[in-house]
């Protein structure tokens, strides 16, 4: 079996060191966390605790104008550190607390989304993902097929997202481009969540680069900016 590397490649710009960029009053967001979120009493991580959110729970937007209280979680994992603010949000059952939005984002936790038991094989693990957040918008684009390729195309969606997906008989690769409000730290948690399933992996993160590897290293995946829009690409090889 062909071996790879789990690559996750940010390129971290002081503005991208922020969570969840857009949100107001009354939007409904999503936990992305595995763990599971604290919601406090008090914008602060002292705050007495009053319940965790688990992953995929839905809050709504109370009140948003925390931002002079930043606030970091050290170490997501070595060497990377998660970065954002304190929300003021009510959750499914009427509690209304505080919430660290580094963990939040509009789309929802994959676990959530994708279930294997209902998996439709006309559409890859990407589309599926996305086409609970939006509808397609116009037909599938047909690309030029590689050397080794069983299909290449993308799809556009209405948010503005597009898909491409690139199937071979030894490799596969999945692309989401994310529409402009969506941060490189949302398209991580994400694909963290997609890609590996939650499963363990070893990180490193050196000069601007985060290395994920999953325990078969089979699987690689890059996060970066292009053009101002956030990148997904996720790979696997047989």
Known sequence: MLKMRF?????????L???????????KLFVLSTIGLALREKPDPAGAKMQTLPNG?????????FKKFAHTVVNEFKGYDLTGYWVKVKTWDN?????????LSKYQAPAKVILKDH?????????????????????RVQLAKTKSGLEHYT?????SAVIEVNKGKDNSTYKIQFDRSTTVEEA???GKALWLEGKPFNSTFIDGLILLTNEKETKQATIELK????????????
């Not at 690559?7 to 503005?15: G, K, R, S, V």
């Not at 729970?57 to 009140?63: D, G």
């Not at 509690?95 to 963990?103: R, S």
């Not at 101002?228 to 690409?233: F, S």
Request: net charge positive; aromatic share 12%; proline share 5%.
């Open 17 to 27: 060191l922020s969570a969840i960029a857009n949100y107001k009053v009354g939007d």
């Open 119 to 139: 998996v439709d094989p006309k559409y890859s693990v990407a589309e599926q993902y996305m086409m609970v957040h939006s509808k397609p918008k116009g037909k």
């Open 57 to 65: 729970a839905p809050v709504v937007v109370q009140k948003e104008d």
């Open 95 to 103: 509690k209304t607390g505080y919430v660290f939005d580094a963990y």
């Open 155 to 159: 799809q556009a969606f209405v948010n």
């Open 188 to 190: 991580y948690l994400i």
């Open 227 to 238: 053009n101002k829009v956030v990148v997904l690409t996720m790979m696997i090889a047989d």
């Open 7 to 15: 690559l996750l490649l940010l390129i971290l710009y002081p503005a």
